[in-house]
Structures are given as structure tokens and as C-alpha cells.
């Protein structure tokens, strides 16, 4: 077999693809292991009695809940501003961008924190709040806000550069030929994004069930009310109850597995490479 | 530096590259390899700069084996397609470049490096960019600077890669003979591959024309064009109308009429080929011989006319090249019949032999 | 004809979009995020300084910024690595590992957390090994860095894979012909090219790292003056309803982040400009 890269040395790729795995297995391979391995240390009835066990249960259920609302809500986010940016140009868009990419950037214990200055008993609105019985913080909405402020970007920022790159000559053509705007938008548009809108929904899928930080300041982590199921995770390792933490834990890092399978396949169809961490 | 490359071997999977190939190229010439794509010119030129290794055969540098000698000590100055300059240094940083990575008993001084890059660059008259990067450069400029980079190394042997290729048509006429006036004054032993025939034929001392592997002739530019060996080199260099005929002691029977030729044997098939400005059209067939054919379009080329016929006997498509005068006569009688004759052809019968037709 | 705000186009849906996005984005972001900063303004010069030169939180500063520093320049020197191997070599298994990188990304902190310690721990796969040596990883400062490079590690290896598979080996061979050992080639020709999504996925890793909160509190010992990092004393003092203490931690945090953000994007248009 030919040597595809001659001019290195000949030691260089033994040297780096074997530093590569063992870097790789520590850091990658081996957490996968673990999780796996300490949830079924105890059997499967153990496991399965920790996952469907009433606390559980509702952690799944409410971590169900804040996808169902929050997915759409940031897909349809995304789509609108994505339309926005890619197809028109106008002042103040590089701060739009900036704005919208912010969320990103910030830590999830800050996006916490924000929404509890402005909601919490102490807050801007607090005393409003009370006053008429409505609770933000320590409760449902709370954590469905901060999930929205922390995962808004991601849809976007899969398909701004998607729409971008398409142009606008596709949409002015089917104008030209009578279709109205919305017509346009559904048989034009969207079929052109679906992959790239597939990848971003995953994406933000995942980020919002394993959602962590934000979720733990806001939610007051009362549990079989306000626990999701990473902060589910936290309380079960918190009293040593390690099984039923790890068995909690495998589910997500399923999750986390299948994700990345589907962005495998997804990248195969489009024939490109991309990165959840661009 | 003379090169002599013996035996030269190499395939890629299925596919072969090269099929022994054998070349002496001496000191001080100009070297043309020509070819189509997949001739196997790209390969060879990158087997003797060492950043391809054959499958066997050998390489000499002045009759000494270097076939086993790594790319960076062959003293090969190599220029790419795309000039590979490196975008983040300057053009004096990049021509300085093999000077600088000298290991420190052969790195010369900072000062003369200095002076070496800059009788570099006046030599390819760009001394007045020497602190431009190359994105601040037209191709032309790049072309010249990579050019400036492989010598600065002083090597024995000057390889290009297709170097005009990624540039426009007048920046790419411009450097030909610029390159030519280069080698005339250093007289470096240069190798370049081209597809392009022009550029083989105007800047070459010599031309290897090589087809799938297989050097099908080398020779001047005017042995090349004038004494092709094969069809191959016929019709790659230079335009070409094909015919069928049939000989027969002596006479090739065409379209609808006999041509007198030696005699090359009976009931032959025989393939004739004629260069555009070999043709002659008449409007009246005073002196005979003539093949019947109507005008189908023409078309100014610079001094010339470019007239494509289509003979009525066996619908062949005729491009002929006439002067403007010739063309006003004909012009007159466009609607009428033609006469197409030929004052020099190539007869090719299936014993692979050639035959000189002059009428 | 100079247009003023907007380019005329064809297409509908301008106001609608805009509308919604910037509604979107003044409801869910701007608003929460000047809440944060028009608090900062409700606490007077003094007592924003007692709050940040309190030693704990100092502390909590000193580790935080010198974890994620440590963490970043071991993803940049591995990540380089990794991302050579994936763009340059084949191997059995290439496909699985290549999808693998994103993993952290994909995984929920608190899972990563829980695991990482689980490993580290004196009595896990690795911890054990590393016992006999006197060498503690979990539940130490260490456990800290560990966690940050799991959680940093795609950045580099993502921004910089890319440049490395666009590399045109041409450069390498010119570089070779002209004499040039490969380190020379290495360090002269390619390293520099690679310069700014180097610096770029180092910025973001430890960005990153920065800000991170859930893998961090299970795999340190949290003890105050010793392993607390930033994140964490924000959480506790939010959970004493000390929200003076918080903001002003907060928005030295959020401040850092936009120094970083700003130099990223300066990196961006310095490399664009230089059409590297």
C-alpha cells in the first residue's frame, strides 16, 4: 500500500495515531465504560428498578416536557432568523449575529443566574410575582426559560451559513413564477435546509436534556417537581445511592450515543463534515 | 546537468503510469513532456524531482544514481501548478526560504542571503514587490516569484509542473517567452510538462511526447510537427483533418476521386491526414484531383480564415485555413461547388508505416 | 441610490422575521442579560470590590482561570495531535473514533461528571493505577483539570481537522525540495498556517472551560480557599439569597467571556485579512 504522506518521517505516524488512541481511550472510551459498567454493577433488576422508580419517572417526564417545549420553539427561532439573515441585508445585522451567537458563550451558571435576579423572590419582578401567586424560579417555567436561553442558538447557527450558502436565487425564481411567499418558504426553502434543520434539532435536543448548570441554579432542585434528569443524576450521587445515579446517567449518555450516530448519518447523506463544536 | 532516466516503471492500483520509460535529457536544454492527461508526463517529471518513487528502474543525475537520494538533497528546483508560495511569508521571505533552512555549516550569512534574494528578484524583475505577500500578487507575479524561489537554491535541474496553466491566455504568452529569454541566459537544465502543443513548440528545445504511459517521440519542435512519427503525434500537435481512402497500386481512391501515390500494396485501407493550411480550395478543379465539396461556415482568425467545408461524397467535415485573399474568390461562388486539394498529406496505411503524399 | 437601512429585495417575510427575532432576542436574551448588568449597577464601587477581593472568592478566581488555562493548553497540544491523525492518516476503526471526538459535546455534564470521577477515584480504573505513586486525582485540583480537558477536547481538534484535511500537500513538497528537514517544514510552513484556528479552538476551549459548572462539582472536593471554582460560588451564594454576591461575581465572569468572544473574532478577521 502506498504511503500516503512520503515526506514524514517514517516514526511520526505510528507516534501520533498511538498517542491519539491512548488519549482518546482515556478521555472518551474509558467515561463510557464507567457509566455503563457501575449502572449494571448491581444486576438489571437493580437498574431497572432505579429508572422506574416514581422520582425517576417524573425527572424523565419533565425533561420530556421542557424538549417538547423548548425544540420547537427555538427550531421555529432559528428557521425565522435564519430566513432573515441569509435571505435579506440591512443594517445591524453583524450585531443581530453577535447577539444571537451570545447565549452561546455564556455559562450555563450565568444563565441561571439571570432569569433568578429577574424572577427569583429577591428579583426585579419578584415581589410581582408573589403577589399574584405565579412561580418562575423553583418551578417549571424557570427551567424551561433558562433551557430556551441557553439552547436558542443552536438551530440557528446550523442553518444560517446553510441558508447563506444556498443564495436567494432559488426563492426569486419561484416568485417570478407566482408563488407567494409562504408557498415559496415550504416547497423552496425547507426541502433545500431539511438535513441541516434535522442536525440542529438533534443537536438542540440533546443539549436540552443534558442541560445542567442552568438548570440547577433555577430549579431549586425540589425533587419530584423541579428535577430533570441530569439534576436528577446529582441528587442520587449526592446521597450515595452511586447504582441508580449511573443507571439515570446511562440513559442520557444513550441519548448522547444515538445523537451522534445520527450525526454521522446525517453528515453521510449531505456529504459533509461538520462540527457540534464550531 | 544531463538527466538519464532507465527502465522507469510505475503504476498506480490497475492503472500504468509509466511504461519503461527511457530519456536522456542533456545538460542545458529545455525539455518539453507532452501529453494529454494521464499520459504519465505529471509522473515522470515527479519521479525525477524524487516526490514519487518508481517501481523500478533507475535515475542519474550527471551518471550518478539518485534514485535512492531523498527529494530534499536531489538539488531539484520543483515550481507547482498553483506556485505553492507560502501566504504567510513575504516574497523575499519565501525566495529566502531554502536558503534560510540550510543547515548552519551551508546557510550563508544574513547579508548575503539578502543580496542573493534581491539578484533573484531583479533577474525576474520583481524586485519592487519584495515585501508583498503573495495574496497582494496577480498570478503572473506568483508564477515568477516561485520561479525566483526554486533557483534560489541554485539547482541543478529546473523541474515545472504545467506552470502556465492557471493563468490567462495573454499573461500566459508573456511568460513562455519570458521563460525562454531566462533559459537562453542561464542556461539550467530544464524539464517542464505541458498539454499544451503551442507552448511545447514555442519555448522547447526539445519535446517528449508522451501518450498513456508510452513515449510516443522526441524530437525538436520542427521534427515533431513536420515528421510526426505516428497518428498520435500527428493530431495532438496541431490540427489535423483525417480521411479514409483505399489504396491501390498506386492510387488512393477518395471521396469521389484517385490521387497519384508510390506504391504502398493493393486493396488497403488507408487513413490520410492533412493540416488545415495544407489545403487549397478551388472553384473550377482546373488541375484535377479534386474532392467535391460545399461551404458550410467560415469564420476571421486574426490574418486568416478558418473555412469548414463538408464533402458531398462522404459528408466529411473539411477545416481548411486559407489567406483573405483566397477567400474573397471563394467567398463569390459560396453557393457552388468546391474543390478541396491538398498541397502536402500524410498517407497511413495498417502497417503502421508512413507515407509522404506531395502532390 | 444609497439605501438606508435595508436593501430593497423581492422577498417577502422581511417584517414578520424581524419582528419575531428580535422579539425572540430582546425577551430571552437582552432583557435577562441587562437585568444582570442594571443589577450590577444597583451595588456601589466598595461593595463590588469587597465582593471580588473576598479571599474565597479570589481564590475560587485563581483556580478557575488557572484550571481552564491548563486544561486549554493541554487540548491545544492533544488536540493538535488528534486532529493530524484524523486528517492525515487512515486506520481501522477511523469512523468510530472521528464520531467519538463530539462526544463531550454531546453528553451531559453531570453524566461526564459522575464518570470522570468514577475513573479517578482511588479506587477506579485509573485512580488505582495511580494510588502506589502517591498521585490523587479525583476530589483535587487535579480532578479539576482532568475534567476541563474532557469538556474542552472537541474545540481545538473541530476548528483546526478542517484546515488540516484543506491543506494541499504541494506546500509540504515544495518546502521538501527546497531543503527543508521536516520539522523546518513543520514549524515554517505548516504550523503557522494552522496558526489561527489554533488560536481560535484554544480561545473557545477555555471559554468553555471557564464557565462550566456540572462536571466539575463531582469529580473536586469543592472545599472553600482549595478546589471551589467560580460557577460554584456563584450557585452557593444565589442559594443564600445573596444576590448583591452573586451579580458581582457574575459579571466579572460574563466579562471575561466577552474579552474572550471579542479576541476570537479579532483573531478571524487578523487571519481573513492576511488570507491565510
Redesign the interface.
Known sequence: MQNAHPLEPKWLKPLLLGTTLLFLAIFLALPLGVVFSEALAKGWKVYWASISEPDAIAAIKLTLLVVLVTVPLNTVFGVATAWLIAKFEFRGKGLLITLIDLPFAVSPVIAGLIFVLLFGSQGWFGAWLSSHDIRIVFATPGIILATLFITSPFVAREIIPLMQEQGTDEEESALTLGASGWQTFWKVTLPNIKWGLLYGVILSNARVMGEFGAVAVVSGHIRGMTTTMPLHVEILYGEYLFTAAFAVASLLTLLALVTLVLKSFIEWRIGKKRSLAH | MSIQISHINKR?DNFTALDNINLTIPDGELVALLGPSGSGKTTLLRII???E?ADSGTIYFNGEDTTATH????G???V?Q?Y?L???MSVFENVA??LR??PKETRPSEEEIKERVHRLLQLIQLDWIANR?P?QLSGGQRQRVALA??L??EPKVLLLDEPFGALDAKVRQELRQWLRSLHDEIHITSVFVTHDQEEALEVSDKIVVMNQGKIEQIGTPEEVYDRPANPFVYSFLGNVNLFHARVEQGSLHLENTELNTPDLGSSKEASLFVRPHEINISIDNVLGGGIEAKLIGWRLVGPRVRVELETLHAHQRVEAEISKVEWQTIKAHENDTLFVHFSNARIYTNEASWNDYVI | MKWHFRKPSVLPGFGLTLGFSLTYVTLLVLIPLGGLLLYTTKLSWSEFGAVISDPRVVASFKLSFGASLIAAVINLVFGLIVAWTLARYDFFGKKIVDALVDLPFALPTAVAGIALAAIFASNGWIGSLLEPFGIQIAYSRAGVVVALVFIGLPFVVRTVQPVIEEFEKEFEEASTSLGASWWQTFSRVILPSLMPALLTGFALSFARALGEYGSIIFISSNMPFVSEIVPLIIVTKLSQFDYVGATAVGTVMLLATFVILFLINAIQIYSREKSL
Open positions: 498506480f524531482a524524487g516526490l518513487e527529494v530534499r538533497d536531489r531539484v528546483g520543483f507547482f498553483h505553492a507560502f501566504r504567510h526560504f531554502g533552512v540550510r505577500y495574496s524561489r526554486a534560489a537554491v
